[in-house]
Each structure stands twice: as C-alpha cells, then as structure tokens.
C-alpha cells in the first residue's frame, strides 16, 4: 500500500509540472511565420476566403490557407493544432471546451462579423410583425392558415433553406427551437430562391440573410423589433448569431494581423460585400 | 461469414428504418476503423508467437436529428479463441442520446440509452495512442461497454462534466442474465487549463444475482471498482496518472481487494509523428503473495496519411513479480496499421 502511494504521490507531482508549464514547442517544430491556416464553419468560408485574398495583397509573400467543413471541424482543429484559426458560425460547446482545456488548449473566440437573418412574406400580406412562438408554429406545421395570426385567411406556404446551409442551422437553433419542420416546406439553395418564392406567392412566409432583402417583399418586426444592422449589432434583433474566429489563446504575429484586418473598416466591407453584417 | 453479413444487413437496415422514423431528414455519418498487426512475442520459457491479425474492424453509424443523436458501431472481431469461424462479431454501441428532454434541456444535459461505452476512469476516453488497452480494460476490471442507462451534463462555466447511470453489469458480449444492476457514476473537473482530474466509481452489489432462476450464477463479476485520473496537457506533450482499486468477495487467502497505478506520457515529436510511453503496476489481491504484475509500453506513431497510422510498439509484461523465483516475462513487439474510413 506504501509503495502504491509513494508512486501515485510522485507520478502526480510530476504530471502537476508537466500540465502546468507553458506549452512550448521542438525547435524543429516551429512554425514557419509566413503561413497561416484557417478551416471550419462554411458559413464564414466567404469572408475568410475573400479575407484571405486581399491579405496576401497586402502582405507579399505571406501564405493563408483556407478549408472548410463546418463549425465543429474548425474548433477540432484548434484543439489539436491542426490549424492556427478555427472559423465557428457557433459559440464553442461545454464539450468541446472541457476537452481544450484538458489538452492545454485555451480556445478565444474572436467575432468577427453578425449573420442576421430576416423573416419576409407576399407584399400583399396585411401583417407587419410575428413572435418567434408564430415563426415556430407556423414553420412546424401547427399553424397553416393566416387568419390564425391576422393575416387574412389563405394557406400559409412556408419556403426554407435546404438543411445543409447554415441559414437553415441558425433558423433551426434561433426559432423552430427543437421543432421539426413542416412536411410541406418549399425547400430551396439559395437565397435567391427563397426571395423569388416569396414575391411570386401570394401566402409566402420565408427567411433569408439581411443583404438578400428586397422592395418586392415585405419584411416583418420579429418580437417588435425590425431586421437592420442596426438591430442586428445592437442585439435587439434577436433573428441573428455571431460569426467567430477561434484561436488558442489571445491571437498573436500572424495570425492577429490577419484578424485585426478582418475587423478593421476593409475588412468589414468584405463582411458586407458575401451578405453578413459587419460587427463594427 | 453468412453471420457476419446478416448481422451487417439488419444493422444498417434497422438504422434507416430509425433515422425514417425519427425525423424527416436525419444526418446520417458511416465511418470506421480497420486495425492490421503484426505480433512477434517470447517469454522466458523461450515460447514464441509470430502472428498477422487484422485484429479488429468497427463499422461506424452515426443519425444526428432534432432531439437526438444515434450511434451503432460493429465490432468485427478476429480473436484466437474463434475456431471455425474467422471474425466475430458484436454489436459494441446501440445507443440513442436524447437532447431534448423536458427540464433535462435547459440544464444541457442528455440521456443515454442502449448499449454504450461505461464512463469510468480512462476506459472511454482511451485513444489508443498505444496498442495496449486502458489501464482498466487491460485489467479486465470493467467492460468497455454496457447496456443501460446513463445521464450527462456539464458543470456551469464548463468546470467539468459528470456521467451518471445503471447499467448490466454483465458487459456488452453477454446478454443479461443478472438480477441486480451496477451503478456508475464519473466526475471530470478541470480546473485550470492544462489540468483534469476525473473521480469515477462502480458498483455491483453482489447478492441476489448469485442466483438466477434457483442455480448459481457465474455472472457476478463486479463489486466494487474505484479511479481517480490526474491528467495534464501542454502541447506538446499529454498524459495521466490513474490509481484504481477493485473490491471484491472475499475468500480464502484472498482480500478481495485489488490495486493498480498506472502512467502515461505522450510526445508529439513532429506534426506526423509521435512517442508514447506507459508504465502500470497491479496487485490483483493484496493478501495473496507473488500475484503482482507490471507493464511497459513504448511505441511510435506515424502518420503515413490522414487516414492511415503507423503504430511501432515494444511491451514487456512481468507477471508474478512479488519475490520468490523469478517473474515470468513476456516481451512483444507489434507493428500495426490504424486504417480511418
């Protein structure tokens, strides 16, 4: 028993040294200083594709590389190092922070844009305004005329996203809120799509990112509060989520370049220019 | 063989029908894992093993929906203990977790049920960075996986995360004959970054499943089994201390109580290759005298591609170590490739 303790006493100080010294690296290990990579969330691919290209502009001789493969891909990566900037159109998961932390990893995430997103009907449609208990109703199939919610009394035609696109994960997560989407859904690819459903059909309820909106549609107050990028920075629109940046601790040299030229007035017009809403 | 393919056909056959019923369109993930080795063993009695094994094959399935997450995993088995037959094959994971239970959502935790990996000690999070086991499974004191029933959260401001549940007890390659059920819970703190401690405890009160029907039973197999893991992380290398105890029935010249410590470190050397290490130490009864064994485990591994791994491992096994003649040593040498798909 003596020699049991003796053993787990020293092997636990030593581990207790190991996990708390600072990560270091080999040398021959280190990273070259003009590579960056960045992967994950293929919401935010367009901004750090276009990001990426104007940088290298700028900085000559500098490499960034960019994948995607969705959120938890990018944070995956930070975790094990694969990838200096992990892109998340989410925050990081209790789970998946549990498991940085245990790895010495210490993920920050960096917002860098807003991804709102607005709730558009038929120009003829009387109403102005709908709760998210309405939105998720109506979107679920329990609600399935407008005169349940004053809008007149056709069919209510629900057009959506496909379920692979981020649009839909955020409208999932935002307002459906665990509730399976109707059967009858016009399911479409784009945004575009979706505007074309919506001002062609009389019924139409749909959703769409705040840069696709139109005059030929009529966009609704979501919980009394109208789809701006106004709303959307000042958080009052609550149809809209943070886009990140993830990396392991405080950005540093490259890396905060790069970032520090996604948030700065350029970089946010490239934030504008793909459809999200600038943070600044 | 034929086994093997019905087996397979009404898996994946079960699971669309599952995925259908669950929600409208599921996302569906088929992966796995393919395990080729090369053993080349001596001990001091100068016997000798020279063996090529594809060892193991998992079928992976993985159904996220709204409200749930389903996994299966087909463990296809090539074990010397099969005569007749080339590969066997269990169901090793049938589990559904269940995300939006009423109360259970808000708090972020999720229940499990089916057939699923025991939360306790290094057993479910053991990667296998070397070719051995986890110190636990290794030791046989706890089958990987179990049917039951678990629940799991987080601690607030990500502190930790616990597992609790009841479960067989009688492991995933027996099918339940046992009255009583085994409990298992595991806590997972971490502190600080670069820090975890995780406390896990199981237990099988050994009593009325003595019996089945009115004939003794040869099902008992838990008591009591204790761990406490200390593992660090700090790129770029990683590691654990784990302690264990087993208690169990008493018997003539026996305790019934059983203790083990366990090491490991591991080392990435460069982005494809990396050194591992582990040393254990296990008196299986403390009364009885010379039943001590000892492990030390070495290897390289070597990422040939992203999806093949080269694992070069070396292990010495000491059995009977405590005084009197001489242990007997058993020395492998395994070389063997990780295939992802």
């Known amino acids: 028993m003596k020699k049991f303790f003796k053993m787990a006493v020293a092997l636990s100080v030593m581990a207790l040294a190991a996990g708390s010294a600072s990560a270091w690296n080999w040398p021959w290990a280190a990273k070259s200083e003009n590579k960056i990579s960045l992967t994950g969330s293929t919401t935010v691919l367009p901004i750090a594709q276009k990001a990426a290209e104007e940088f290298m502009k700028i900085n000559k001789g500098v490499e960034v590389s960019v994948k995607g493969g969705g959120s938890g891909v990018g944070i995956a990566a930070i975790i094990d190092g694969s990838a200096d900037i992990g892109n998340a159109s989410r925050a990081i998961k209790a789970k998946e922070i549990i498991n940085a932390k245990s790895k010495g990893i210490n993920p920050v995430g960096n917002e860098v844009a807003k991804d709102g997103i607005a709730m558009v009907v038929h120009k003829s449609n009387p109403i102005d305004a709908i709760t998210l208990d309405q939105l998720r109703d109506i979107f679920s199939g329990r609600i399935t005329n407008w005169s349940k919610i004053g809008g007149g009394s056709g069919k209510i035609v629900a057009v959506s996203r496909d379920t692979t696109s981020g649009t839909y994960e955020v409208f999932g997560e935002l307002v459906l809120r665990g509730a399976k989407l109707r059967d009858d859904a016009i399911m479409t690819v784009s945004n575009r799509e979706v505007a074309e459903n919506v001002k062609n059909t009389e019924g139409a309820i749909g959703y769409l990112g705040l840069a696709f909106l139109s005059d030929e549609m009529k966009v609704l107050k979501v919980e009394g509060v109208m789809a701006t990028e106004a709303n959307v920075i000042n958080g009052t629109y609550k149809v809209a989520r943070p886009l990140y940046m993830y990396t392991n601790g405080e950005p540093s040299g490259l890396v905060k370049q790069f970032i520090d030229y996604v948030v700065s007035s350029e970089g946010q017009k490239i934030v504008k220019e793909v459809g999200y809403v600038p943070v600044k | ?341």
């Open chain 2, 1 to 341: 063989m034929r086994n093997v393919l019905r087996i397979t056909a009404a898996a994946v056959l079960s699971l669309a029908i599952s995925a259908g019923v669950f929600a409208a369109e599921p996302e569906t993930k088929v992966y796995g894992y393919n395990w080729f080795r090369y053993t080349l063993g001596y001990d001091n009695a100068k016997e000798k093993t020279s063996a090529f094994e594809v060892k193991r094959t998992y079928v992976r399935v993985k159904t996220t929906g709204e409200g749930y997450e389903g996994a299966l995993t087909l463990d296809y088995e090539n074990s010397a203990a099969q005569t007749g037959v080339n590969f066997g094959t269990w169901v090793k994971n049938a589990y559904v977790d269940l995300k939006s239970l009423p109360l259970l959502v808000d708090a972020g935790m999720t229940v499990r049920v089916g057939l699923q990996g025991v939360p306790f000690g290094t057993i479910d999070t053991w990667e296998y960075p070397l070719i051995e086991k986890a110190p636990e499974d290794k030791l046989k004191l706890v089958d990987s996986a179990d049917y039951g029933v678990t629940l799991r959260g987080y601690l607030p401001m990500a502190l930790g995360n616990f597992e609790a549940g009841i479960l067989s007890g009688s492991g995933y390659k027996k099918a339940e004959a046992n009255l009583d059920k085994s409990v298992v819970a595991s806590l997972n703190i971490v502190p600080i970054t670069g820090i975890y401690v995780r406390g896990s405890y199981l237990g099988h009160q050994i009593g009325e499943d003595q019996q089945v029907n009115g004939q003794p039973s040869s099902l008992a197999k838990y008591a009591d089994r204790k761990s406490v893991v200390l593992g660090f992380g700090s790129s770029p290398i990683s590691g654990f201390v784990e302690a264990l105890e087993s208690k169990d029935q008493k018997s003539s010249g026996k305790s019934g109580i059983g203790q083990a410590l366990a090491a490991y470190l591991g080392v990435e050397i460069i982005d494809a290759i990396s050194a591992h290490a582990m040393y254990m130490t296990s008196n299986p009864d403390t009364l009885r005298v010379r039943d001590e064994k000892n492990l030390y485990a070495i290897g390289v591994n070597y990422d040939v591609t992203e999806k093949v791994m080269l694992q070069l491992n070396y292990q010495m096994e000491q059995d009977k170590v405590g005084g009197g003649s001489s242990p007997v040593t058993t020395n492998l040498w395994m070389a063997q490739t990780k295939w992802s798909w």
